[in-house]
C-alpha cells in the first residue's frame, strides 16, 4: 500500500501547554512565612527585598519599634445618606444623548442678571453709569463673596 504523506500546519502552542512564570509577578512571595516576619520586623536586614506594598500608604509609624497609627492617616469615606432618594443607581444605555454647548459667561448673565437689568431700565431705576439704584443681595455682594458662594456645595444654577 502507499501511504500519503501530508503537510499540516501544527496548531499546538510552542511551549506545549508549559508556562513561563517568570512573567507572573509574585509580590512578597520568596522566603518562609517566619522569614517574612522577621522581614517586615527587622527591614534594615534585608535591604535587597524591599516589602511590595501594591500602592497602599501605611495609617501609622514606625515608633521605638512600635507601630503607632495616626488617625488623621486613616482615609475616611463620606457616604451620602440617599433615603427617600428616587433616583436609579445607574443609567441605561438606551438613554438619549444629551448635546449641550459651553456655557458662557453671556448665557450666565442671560440666565441670573438680564431679567433684572431689563426691568430696572423700563422702570428707570438705574443711574446714570447704568448701575441700579435698588441693588440686589447678588449685585450688592463683593468679588470675594461672590467667588466663595460660587464654590460652594449645590450652588451650581443648572
Not at 506545549?16 to 509574585?26: D, Q, W
Not at 517586615?40 to 534585608?46: D, F, N
Not at 475616611?76 to 448635546?99: H, M, Q, T, W
Request: glycine share 6%.
Amino acid at each position: 500500500m502507499f501511504h500519503m504523506i501530508k503537510r499540516c500546519i501544527c496548531t499546538t502552542a510552542t511551549s506545549s501547554g508549559k508556562h513561563n512564570f517568570r512573567k507572573f509577578l509574585l509580590y512578597n512571595k520568596r522566603g518562609t512565612r517566619i522569614f517574612k516576619k522577621l522581614r517586615a520586623a527587622k527591614p534594615e536586614l534585608y535591604p535587597d527585598m524591599p516589602i511590595d506594598k501594591r500602592g497602599v500608604r501605611d495609617t501609622g509609624v514606625i515608633h521605638e519599634g512600635r507601630y503607632v497609627e495616626i488617625p488623621a492617616k486613616i482615609p475616611e469615606l463620606i457616604v451620602p445618606n440617599l433615603e427617600g432618594c428616587n433616583f436609579k443607581p445607574y443609567v441605561s444605555y438606551r438613554a438619549p444623548d444629551v448635546i449641550q454647548s459651553e456655557f458662557t459667561s453671556q448665557d450666565l448673565f442671560n440666565a441670573v442678571y438680564s431679567q433684572k437689568v431689563i426691568d430696572d431700565f423700563k422702570e428707570g431705576k438705574l443711574s446714570e453709569d447704568g448701575s441700579p439704584i435698588e441693588p440686589s443681595d447678588e449685585e450688592k455682594l463683593t468679588p470675594e463673596e461672590a467667588w466663595v458662594r460660587a464654590r460652594k456645595t449645590g450652588s451650581d444654577i443648572f
